[in-house]
């Protein structure tokens, strides 16, 4: 069964410095999503991208921020310059077409220190 | 602006016990509501969903019916098995294209032997 991947599993970063969190959507998905789940709390909307644009994003989602999909098939999150709130699991999710069930992967779970 | 509210966890139940995981949402129009299961170490998984007024989403023995009159989407299975220990996520996405989901705190069920 086709399935939304997520590397890498966890990811340990020390405050201030970059990290790429990559994601492989299904393969004929369109619509793709980062949401972000900081412990205990709810899982947030972060940004969703379409067509190769941004389509939406929450306010959580300010200039520290960046999505890309570089080659047609990965889909990545940035984030320029870590912070100590910015620990929490993230996960992708794909979705074929509008009102679709959306696939999730397993999260990467970013520690900052 | 729209939200799902949850009972807090964790519940724990004996297996064979009913359960029932309480869901309220706030949103403008008719939005989808969906159950969404995270067993340990995996990704979130859709588990069932209802896309209008007093519709019945049910996958494995679980349940939600649609409530538009109390705006409620509760989670409920007749006899838990050890296997359903695992973190259950109300959600629910307005119907206006390819919107994100927005979702509830989550809801830790631990079921014993």
């Known amino acids: 069964e086709p399935e939304v991947t997520q590397t890498p599993s966890h990811q340990v970063t020390q405050m201030g410095q970059e990290v790429i969190l990559r994601c492989v959507p299904i393969?004929?998905?369109?619509?793709f999503y980062w949401y972000r789940q900081i412990l205990g709390q709810k899982v947030e909307f972060l940004v969703s991208f379409y067509n190769n644009e941004i389509s939406e994003k929450s306010e959580i989602f300010d200039d520290q921020f960046s999505v890309e999909r570089p080659d047609g098939s990965n889909f990545t999150l940035k984030i320029r310059s870590t912070k100590l709130e910015d620990s929490a699991m993230y996960f992708c999710?794909?979705?074929?077409?509008?009102?679709?069930?959306?696939?999730f992967g397993q999260g990467t779970r970013l520690t900052v220190v | 602006g729209d939200s799902v509210t949850q009972m807090e966890g964790p519940v724990t139940l004996s297996e064979e016990a009913f359960l029932t995981i309480n869901c309220t949402y706030t949103?403008?129009?008719?939005?989808?509501l969906f159950w969404y299961v995270q067993y340990p170490g995996e990704g979130l998984q859709l588990l069932l969903k209802a896309t209008k007024a007093d519709d019945k989403g049910s996958n494995k023995g679980f349940e939600a019916t649609y409530r538009k009159e109390t705006t409620s989407f509760h989670l409920e299975k007749g006899s838990v098995q050890v296997s359903d220990s695992a973190v259950y996520f109300c959600?629910?996405?307005?119907?206006?294209?390819?919107?994100?989901?927005?979702f509830g705190k989550g809801t830790r069920l631990s079921v014993i032997a």
């Open positions: 393969s004929n998905h369109l619509y």
């Open positions: 959600a629910l996405t307005p119907r206006r294209g390819n919107t994100p989901l927005v």
């Open positions: 999710a794909s979705v074929l077409a509008e009102n679709t069930e959306a696939f």
């Open positions: 949103a403008t129009g008719y939005p989808s």
